[in-house]
């Protein structure tokens, strides 16, 4: 079974700064899909940025980017100009591509992530 | 966007009695949608994939008995809590494919309060 593992339970930066968030996944598939959700106070799952494993350039979304290191099973996202509208819980997610695995996506621990002004 | 709509957002009920949770996705047709359940400060854990037309399928320790899903349609899944106790409050998160599609859509959640 795929685990994922988000070993920062908390982090902070100062507003503007950059932050790395980071993300370990264990799987024996090839092919894949990484995520990274962000859940604000209001709970909403809002979907961060994707990355397919099949991909070897990293996803980038304005802010965000992320580095996939695939032999390294790593998968860590770093925003940029941090706003304290970025203030969230982050999970990082994994998703099988095949029929077995239905799509369904399985979460990190989160990382808090809080934003100082 | 697509929107997922999930009724209701807190629940609060008496141990013994049934919770009924729904998950409409509103503005597309949903093939697949999947139920979470968050404990506080914790993750996102996945309790059961929900087909439409089929039964669902649970995962490893979840009980069916306990946590009835029924996709009756393709806009609709609903989740029931029976005979709750105050263990099985928690924060109930849905998610939906869109048919053909490949993201997932996230309701706003449930938070079930068991006395």
């Known amino acids: 079974a795929q685990t994922v593992t988000q070993s920062q339970p908390e982090m902070s930066v100062q507003e503007a700064e950059t932050v790395t968030l980071s993300c370990t996944y264990d799987t024996s598939e090839s092919d894949y899909y990484l995520f990274w959700y962000k859940q604000p106070p209001s709970r909403q799952m809002i979907l961060v940025i994707r990355?397919?494993?099949?991909?070897?350039q990293n996803a980038t979304e304005n802010r965000f980017s992320v580095n996939f290191q695939k032999a390294a099973k790593s998968f860590s996202l770093k925003i940029s100009d941090s706003q304290l509208g970025d203030a969230a819980m982050y999970f990082c997610?994994?998703?099988?591509?095949?029929?077995?695995?239905?799509?369904?996506?399985?979460f990190g621990q989160g990382t808090r992530l809080t934003i100082n002004p | 966007g697509a929107v997922v709509s999930q009724h209701p957002s807190r629940v609060i009920c008496k141990s013994g009695t049934s919770v009924k949770i729904e998950c409409r996705s509103l503005?597309?047709?949903?093939?697949?949608m999947f139920w979470y359940r968050q404990f506080p400060k914790q993750s996102l854990m996945l309790m059961a994939t929900s087909n439409e037309g089929s039964k669902a399928t649970y995962e490893q320790g979840v009980e069916k008995d306990k946590f009835l899903i029924n996709h009756a349609s393709l806009t609709l899944s609903t989740l029931t809590v029976t005979s709750a106790h105050p263990e099985d409050s928690s924060f109930y998160i849905c998610?939906?494919?869109?048919?053909?599609?490949?993201?997932?859509?996230f309701g706003s959640g449930t938070q079930l309060s068991v006395l």
């Open positions: 990355q397919e494993a099949y991909k070897q």
């Open positions: 503005d597309f047709q949903a093939t697949t």
């Open positions: 998610s939906a494919r869109r048919l053909g599609g490949e993201k997932l859509f």
């Open positions: 997610a994994y998703r099988s591509p095949t029929i077995q695995g239905a799509q369904k996506l399985v």
